[in-house]
């Protein structure tokens, strides 16, 4: 039996996504791998109005890793549609729900096109000061970590910053999440359709972080089982190293 929301518990304010499991969705029911994707985006519009709705401060979901430039070049294709069919078919809600979009992520080989779709969502809700909705596009973390690595060694080799003075805090500055200041680190990490690895996931930022896996593969996932998720999170005891 799935555990309900407390109203007396904390929720978590940053909750970071990966949004698994439209291939196997589609294909389970003979559909092209792309169908899967495509009701993949109607599951985030869902479960962004939820987390607006409980005023959770930052969703951050995984949409491109660097990885996936490697899956066959049609499914690519479609993937790099999606920042388009965003302000197609979420923008109403984004706005009526005053969700800002950001971006975590790497211009390198995206197309112009997709990047000015992403850059457009990102524009049109600008002054909206409600959800953070971080989109995680073309994203690696463990090249969010080298190029944090360059840039520092870069500002030490220019005589700007003395090695001894590098630190977990100065560090998280040279990531690309740095604009989330203080909400940095998701506080709970979801990931669907029964996979437990973090495929190159916010490394660094989940380092205290709770993780919950369920089973439901991404296109059904829904209100009902984002709160199975939440309240999972507000069961668990977060120590961060201490007893
Ligand atoms: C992983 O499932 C999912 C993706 C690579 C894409 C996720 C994108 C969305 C849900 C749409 C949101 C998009 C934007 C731009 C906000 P999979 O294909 O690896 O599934 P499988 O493991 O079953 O093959």
Redesign the pocket.
């Given at each position: 039996m799935a555990k309900a929301l407390n109203p007396e518990l904390p929720l978590p304010q940053h909750v970071a996504i990966i949004?698994?499991?439209?291939?196997?969705?589609a294909e389970e029911r003979g559909l092209k791998?792309t169908e899967?994707?495509k009701e993949?985006?109607n599951?985030?519009k869902r479960t962004i109005v939820a987390a607006a709705k409980l005023k959770i401060k930052v969703l951050t979901?995984y949409?491109?890793s660097t990885e996936?430039w490697a899956r066959p070049k049609r499914e690519v294709q479609y993937?790099m549609s999606?920042?388009h069919l965003?302000n197609q078919k979420v923008m109403p809600e984004l706005m009526k729900n005053n969700v800002r979009v950001c971006l975590t992520g790497n211009r390198e080989h995206v197309p112009d096109k997709t990047w000015s779709y992403i850059e457009s969502a990102v524009k049109k809700t600008a002054d909206n000061d409600g959800l953070i909705l971080n989109?995680a596009?073309n994203y690696g973390s463990r090249l969010e970590i080298v190029k944090a690595c360059q840039s520092l060694a870069k500002e030490a080799a220019e005589g700007q910053l003395d090695p001894v003075d590098i630190d977990e805090e100065s560090f998280s500055q040279h990531l690309q999440t740095a604009f989330l200041g203080d909400l940095q680190d998701p506080d709970l990490l979801i990931r669907s359709?029964g996979?437990i690895r973090l495929s190159n996931y916010l490394l660094w930022q989940l380092a205290y972080s709770e993780f919950v896996f369920t089973d439901t593969?991404?296109p059904d996932f829904d209100e009902d089982v984002f709160y199975a998720c939440l309240a999972e999170f507000q069961h668990r005891q977060r120590r961060f190293g201490k007893v």
């Open positions: 949004m698994d499991g439209n291939g196997r969705w791998r899967g994707h993949g985006l599951a985030l979901v949409a491109f996936n993937l999606l920042p965003l989109i596009f359709s996979e593969k991404w």
